[in-house]
C-alpha cells in the first residue's frame, strides 16, 4: 500500500492491517518517542563507523610500510615461549598490552628498545591494532621510507608532494608508529640531515597538541629502535627528542634479554 494511503487510515485500521501482516504497531507515545531515539542513535552509530572506516582506509594507503607491503600482528599472535626467557617476553607483552589499554583514555609517547629481531615492530603493530579495534586512527610509517622519500622529493615534484600528504598524515593520526626510529642516522649515529630534522620536528610539534578545555594531549605516538637515547642525541636535535621521547619509565619498553628470532 502506498505510504499517502497508509497516513490516512485510522489507528484501528492500522492496528489490523499491522496485525494481518504479523507487525507489531506500537502507539504508545513514550514507545514511539524510544524507537525513534534507538534509530536516531543506530543511524548515527552507522555513519560514524562508515566515516572511521574511510579514515582508516584512508590512513593505511598513506602508511609507509618497510618493503611497502602492510604487516599486521596482534597481541594474540605474540608467542612468548620463541625467547629463551619466557617470562621477560610475556612481560613486555603485558607492559605493551597495558600500554595500549592505557592509550585509549591517554595520550603519551612510547619507544620500544632493543636489538634487531626480538619483536619490537610485532608488539607496536599489536598496538596499533588494540586501539584502532577502538575507533582510533592509526598510522605505521617507517623512518628509513620517510628519509628516502624525503630525499626523492628534493629532485621530483611527485614526491615532493607525497611528502607533504604523508606528514600531514602523520600529523593528524591519532595513534602514529615511527618504526626503526635512529636507522636515518646510519651505522655511526651521525646527525642526521637538515631537512629531515626539520620534518620531524615539525610532525612530533603538532602531535604534542593539547585540547584547550582539558589540557589533555590529543595524540600518541609510538617509536621502536636499535638505538640508545645516548645515540639519538648524537642524531637529532634535542628539542626533537624532548617531544618525541617519553617522560615516564613505565612507558619505555625495554627488550633486555631478548635474542633475535627473525
Ligand atoms: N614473540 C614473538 N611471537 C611471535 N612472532 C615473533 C615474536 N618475536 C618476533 N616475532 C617475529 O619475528 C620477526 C621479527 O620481529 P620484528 O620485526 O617485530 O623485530 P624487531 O625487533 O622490530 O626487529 P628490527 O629491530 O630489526 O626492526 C617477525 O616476523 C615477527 O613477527
Ligand atoms: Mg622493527
Redesign the pocket.
Known amino acids: 500500500m502506498e505510504a499517502t494511503k497508509l497516513l490516512s487510515l485510522s489507528k484501528a485500521s492500522l492496528r489490523k492491517l499491522a496485525a494481518e501482516h504479523g507487525v507489531e504497531l506500537i502507539t504508545d507515545e513514550e514507545k514511539i518517542k524510544e524507537f525513534k531515539e534507538n534509530r536516531e542513535k543506530e543511524w548515527h552509530k552507522n555513519l560514524t563507523d562508515k566515516l572511521f572506516q574511510k579514515k582508516m582506509r584512508f590512513f593505511d594507503s598513506i602508511s609507509l610500510w618497510?618493503g611497502d607491503e602492510k604487516?599486521e600482528?596482534t597481541f594474540n599472535?605474540?608467542?612468548?615461549?620463541?625467547?629463551k626467557d619466557v617470562q621477560q617476553?610475556k612481560d613486555i607483552?603485558n607492559q605493551c598490552f597495558s600500554l595500549a589499554k592505557k592509550m585509549l583514555t591517554d595520550n603519551f609517547n612510547v619507544v620500544?628498545m632493543?636489538?634487531?629481531?626480538?619483536?619490537?615492530?610485532?608488539?607496536?603493530?599489536a598496538m596499533l591494532d588494540a586501539v584502532h579495534k577502538k575507533n582510533k586512527t592509526t598510522m605505521f610509517a617507517s623512518t628509513m621510507a620517510f628519509s628516502l622519500l624525503l630525499k626523492k622529493s628534493f629532485n621530483d615534484k611527485n614526491a615532493k608532494f607525497q611528502v607533504e600528504k604523508v606528514s600531514s598524515a602523520m600529523k593528524r593520526a591519532d595513534v602514529l608508529l615511527l618504526?626503526?626510529f635512529g636507522t636515518e642516522g646510519g651505522m655511526n649515529s651521525s646527525p642526521v640531515y637538515d631537512e629531515l630534522q626539520n620534518r620531524f620536528f615539525d610532525i612530533a610539534d603538532a602531535r604534542i597538541v593539547k585540547d584547550k578545555n582539558t589540557g589533555k594531549r590529543l595524540k600518541s605516538t609510538i617509536l621502536?629502535?636499535?638505538n640508545s637515547f645516548e645515540q639519538f642525541r648524537e642524531m637529532y636535535n634535542e628539542k626533537i627528542l624532548s617531544r618525541l621521547i617519553p617522560h615516564k619509565a613505565e612507558q619505555i619498553v625495554a627488550?633486555k634479554n631478548?635474542e633475535?628470532?627473525?
Open positions: 618497510s604487516i600482528f599472535d605474540w608467542d612468548a615461549a620463541k625467547q617476553a607483552g620500544l632493543g636489538k634487531p629481531g626480538t619483536g619490537k615492530t610485532s608488539l607496536a603493530l618504526d626503526d621502536t629502535t636499535n627488550f631478548m633475535d628470532v627473525r
